[in-house]
């Protein structure tokens, strides 16, 4: 059984009594069909309330839940013949970014994701999602394949931000992500950036300059983790909910500010309920921007990507007459 959370237990108490009447209806043979058939309809009405209401704190926690699919798991429903490619060229292979070339809806395409583990082995293999400076660069070096190859790049975000260990400053961690940030700025090729999990910081950003950003249902994508924020405002971690409503970071209110594109739906619960359902959904999405963005000049699509980064957070103040 996946992981629940405080706010899913009335909706299992529910399921719990289907199933008992079930049971005691088959052993007694007794029939309680209206019973349970009652039962179901209150859960379907109690689940589209707490799901269509969840708070961004709780989008968190289903961003982060532990079986929510990642990269590996969305592959192979996503692509076809998908060849994965290591390494920088420069230090190492970094576990936490994985990328190489495929074929999405019979296109080309270049792929590079951000990759949480399942456990906590896997997630020490890959730094629980953070790359080092080498990812980055295996990342840039990817790209900077597709943009030779004409290829689109798709890219996938899942992670709470990057590496800020001291080998990750003493390889050049900023340096690393601000050539990812300038050179998709300028790429020729479509990009198509999706948030799937967590979009934290630079780390995030530094996958995230796409002519189309599009973020998963439950998913967020913000300059600083809840946990992190509260720390420097409040200067108490457990204030993280509060945080969580004031950052503005889910794909809802992103949506609305103009910093993404589309929400991608999720099944009832989030992601890790329904894989397939979930890709497919996303599939459909990324081929319809992707059908449109390879009709762009290229220089277009380069003017657009620009100016869209720098359209994030662009405000005016009225000036007030006496």
């Not at 999405?104 to 896997?122: C, N, P, S």
């Not at 609305?256 to 894989?275: C, M």
């Amino acid at each position: 059984m996946a992981l629940l959370f405080d706010f899913e237990k009335p909706i299992i108490e529910l399921e719990q009594k289907i199933s008992e009447l079930q049971k005691f209806s088959a052993e007694k043979d007794i029939d309680l069909s209206r019973e349970v058939e009652t039962l179901e309809k209150k859960v379907s009405l109690l689940k589209k309330e707490i799901y269509g209401n969840l708070e961004p704190w709780q989008k968190v926690q289903i961003a982060r839940h532990s079986e929510r699919p990642n990269f590996y798991d969305y592959a192979p429903l996503l692509f076809d013949d998908f060849i994965e490619l290591k390494g920088d060229r420069l230090f190492a292979d970094d576990h936490a970014i994985a990328g190489g070339i495929a074929l999405f809806h019979g296109i080309a395409v270049t792929v590079v994701a951000q990759v949480k583990g399942k456990d906590t082995k896997e997630n020490i293999k890959r730094n629980f999602g953070m790359p080092h400076p080498e990812g980055y660069r295996k990342a840039l070096r990817l790209m900077d394949q597709a943009e030779k190859f004409r290829r689109p790049i798709l890219t996938f975000i899942d992670t709470p931000g990057a590496a800020c260990d001291l080998p990750a400053e003493e390889r050049g961690q900023g340096e690393a992500i601000a050539r990812c940030l300038l050179a998709m700025s300028g790429y020729h090729v479509p990009v198509i950036s999706t948030v799937i999990g967590e979009g934290g910081s630079g780390g995030a950003l530094a996958l995230g300059v796409g002519n189309v950003v599009l973020m998963l249902e439950n998913s967020f994508y913000s300059v600083i983790a809840p946990e992190s924020c509260a720390s420097i405002l409040w200067k108490d971690t457990s204030k993280a909910k509060e945080a969580a409503a004031a950052l503005k970071f889910t794909a809802q209110d992103l949506l609305r500010l103009g910093v993404v594109d589309e929400v991608v739906r999720e099944p009832q619960g989030g992601a890790h309920y329904n894989l397939r359902q979930t890709a497919d959904e996303l599939s459909q999405v990324i081929s319809k921007y992707l059908v449109r963005l390879r009709t762009e000049p290229a220089d277009v699509l380069q003017e657009k990507r620009y100016q869209k980064i720098r359209a994030i957070g662009v405000y005016q103040e009225k000036n007030e007459t006496n």
